[in-house]
């Protein structure tokens, strides 16, 4: 069991740290710990996640909890049906791009509000050690529940295109064909492996490991598509690729989306502070206004609440609305992209090359052995600049700017670094880098 309680979610390996009886653990510690009543369960196509269910089934109807399971959906569809039912809690059965070997849950309290080891998974794992759970008096029930027409009928209210674009969609065998099942036939859609399988026969689910995108790239150059999208493996994440089959960064898929949000008036919009200047002054140049946000859904939803933001984006394929009980919906950014190149009259490339302002770096990841003295002495370098430690430590100049933080669920340093020119970037990178790894 150790080491399954993470910063985000629960997550480990089928059977050696996960099994039913560990998962009816779960559920009766989760029932304690929220005091719901009423859970909504989903769950995703790997091959024990119908095991995972009957354990936390059986541990969540034991302390008396009323299961509505949603059978297989996607994460996203998860959230939604929390909210709209009215549910005290839900959990989601999934390991997101993790081996098919691995499973886990998602959970969240009312209204989507996620649960992170902040915020009581350390709680939950207190609960599950100590084993020591009284049933109810009236235990409670599984109702099944499809909520696949209902969210379908939610994206579609966000439709404001009347024109078939022709998409590639890479499905990765996982649920992304159940999060846009009640959108497909707005679109021509060429598929690339739908079929259901959570051994992951073709390639890994996880869109931000690049070398997974080249077939999708390939194939859209191939059938001169407008645009391409790859699932991760709980469709809680996607890639986007142009029109050109080029990879659209993430972060300026963020820029994309607030244009088409903010056509419809100003808003509050979240942005990861790993992102690029041009999200910011993108979403400043179309009368939103822009918030900084710190990495990681649990503090992003919990700052968009606080802010009354519309719609956050991070750096990791993550994309957040207010709509969907401030959560992700991957079908509304497919959906929000479309009505942004259909109302543009432009192709993808075109809208994504204005944003293309600075050189970056991308994420770099270094293991070091005391994280703290390396922050210690990048602070003590970097004096001369606009500081703030939002999350890690981050230095603004005029023409380049940095972040360095430590990993929320690896010992390691995640460096970024934006110029204004490839030169410049290449040469604050390396020098970084030097301090870091030396």
Known sequence: ????????????????????????????????????????????????????????????????????????????????????????????????HNPGEWNGFKLCKANAVPISGATGIMDIEKLVLADNFTAAAVPGRIEKYDIASEYGAFLRKFVKFDKKLKIVVDYANAMGSSEIAGIEDLFEIIPMYKELDGTFPNHEANPLHLETLDAIRAKVKEVEADFGAAFDGDADRCGFIDNNGEIIPMDLFTALIAQDILADGPATILYDLRSSRAVKECIEENGGKAIMSRVGHAFIKQQM?????????????????????????????????????????????????????????????????????????????????????????????????????????EPLLRLIVEAKDEKLMVEKRDELLQIIRK
């Not at 998962?23 to 769950?43: H, L, P, S």
């Not at 950014?333 to 009505?339: D, F, G, H, Q, V």
């Open 1 to 96: 069991m150790s080491g399954i309680f993470k910063a985000y979610d629960i997550r480990g390996v089928v059977p050696t740290d996960l099994n039913r009886a560990m998962a009816e653990k779960i559920g009766q510690a989760y029932a304690v710990f929220t005091g719901a009543k009423k859970v909504v369960v989903g769950r995703d196509m790997r091959p024990h996640s119908q095991d995972m269910f009957d354990g936390l089934a059986a541990g969540l109807v034991k302390m008396g909890c009323t299961v509505i399971d949603l059978g297989l959906c996607s994460t996203p569809m998860s959230y939604f049906a929390n909210g709209t039912l009215k549910a005290d809690g839900s959990i989601m059965i999934t390991a997101s």
């Open 305 to 409: 609440r606080e802010n009354d933001a519309v719609f956050a984006g991070e750096l990791s394929g993550h994309y957040y609305f207010k709509e969907n009980f401030t959560a992700e919906s991957q079908g509304l950014a497919l959906i929000k992209l479309t009505n942004l190149i259909v109302k543009s009259g432009k192709k993808v490339s075109e809208l994504v090359a204005p944003l293309m302002r600075y050189s970056s770096s991308g994420e770099i990841n270094s293991r070091v052995a005391d994280a703290a003295a390396v922050l210690a002495e990048i602070k003590s370098r970097y004096q001369d600049g606009e500081s703030y430690e939002l999350d890690g430590f981050s230095v603004e100049y005029p023409d380049w700017h940095f972040n360095v933080r430590c990993s929320n669920t």
